[in-house]
């Protein structure tokens, strides 16, 4: 009963500020910037740690603008996500717009009905859920781990949803990924592999913005099992607001792909997008906290 209560005064408060036209919402996040950074300071020791440790070279100052205008583009980020309770379908199409989408039908059209796609936790990824209007003879999946709150984890899988995708539980992703590839329908698949693995699952590492680090590859041993197609997602931040995304095919059979191949092209891709504008990756995630010695244990 609870957790229904807080739902609905969750959603009338999101369904309530997502009618504010943009201008507005961009003021009240002006003002929420303030306030995570300058009061809250929210995992502002996490923040300054994983940015001196990923660009050693950067001085103090180069540091701290940077880690302004990251809190900005975060205050950005959770206003922009509000905003997709009410925002219309035309209007998140123009303001994430995918470039080449013709990418992922052509390998669908040559027989490859499910098409799996990678990306990170930059620029808006909440936004690029509008795909599910493009790929019109697809269905969208966007893997994601249910949040510890009932309340909050249903309201973020209504924002995800509004638009026709589905979501797919990760603890699910291989048996329903298996079901996907027997069915006779078109289906794409995003996975966000930017997160760092658990404790038991410390299995490639590489080198990632100048520190040693795990990187997920489950998604690759999915799409090698299955011998799906693979494409990474290039997210740019145009303006405040304003969001592109090119495909970049990165194999059209996974199983043609050496071990580890995809994980380390994906950590790469990852790794040019972040350093054409660092400020828009999600630096308040504890991406550094295992370090090689673990797995080894």
């Known amino acids: 009963m609870w957790n229904k209560i807080l739902y609905a005064l969750l959603f009338a408060w999101v369904k309530l500020h997502a009618m504010l036209p943009m201008p507005v919402l961009y003021v009240l996040s002006d003002i929420l910037y303030i306030l995570i950074y300058r009061v809250m300071r ?15 070279d950067k001085s103090e100052i180069e540091l701290r603008r940077l880690e302004r205008e990251f809190y900005h583009h975060f205050a950005d980020y959770i206003m922009e996500t509000i905003k997709l309770a009410h ?9 994430a717009y995918i470039k080449n989408p013709e990418l992922a039908t052509q390998l669908q059209a040559e027989g490859q009905k499910t098409v799996m796609m990678l990306m990170g936790h930059y620029g808006n990824w909440e936004w690029f859920s509008s795909a599910s209007m493009i790929f019109k003879d697809s269905r969208l999946w966007q ?10 984890d249903r309201l973020f899988v209504y924002l995800r949803t509004r ?20 069915e006779d329908s078109n289906n794409i698949v995003i996975f966000i592999a930017d997160q760092t693995p658990s404790k038991a699952n410390l ?26 197609p693979v494409i990474f997602l290039d997210v740019q931040k145009v303006k405040r607001g304003f969001y592109t995304v090119e495909f ?3 194999t059209a059979h996974a199983k043609q792909t050496a071990e580890n191949e995809i994980t380390e092209s994906y950590a790469r891709m990852t790794e040019k997008m ?8 999600l630096w308040t995630h504890k991406r550094w906290k295992y370090k090689r010695e673990d797995a080894e244990r």
Do not use: C
């Open 42 to 56: 929210y995992r502002l020791k996490v923040v300054r740690r994983n940015l001196k440790a990923s660009f050693p």
């Open 248 to 250: 970049k095919l990165m």
């Open 274 to 281: 972040i350093l054409r504008n660092p400020a828009y990756w």
């Open 143 to 152: 893997i994601y781990r249910p949040l510890n709150n009932k309340a909050v």
């Open 203 to 228: 299995h490639y590492w590489t080198t990632f913005l100048n520190q040693d680090t795990p990187i997920l590859n489950g998604a690759e041993r999915i799409a090698r099992k299955l011998d799906l």
């Open 163 to 182: 638009f026709g995708s589905y979501g797919m539980k990760k603890n699910d992703t291989v048996r329903d990924m298996i079901q996907l590839k027997k």
């Open 87 to 95: 925002i219309s379908e035309e209007e998140v199409l123009r303001r």
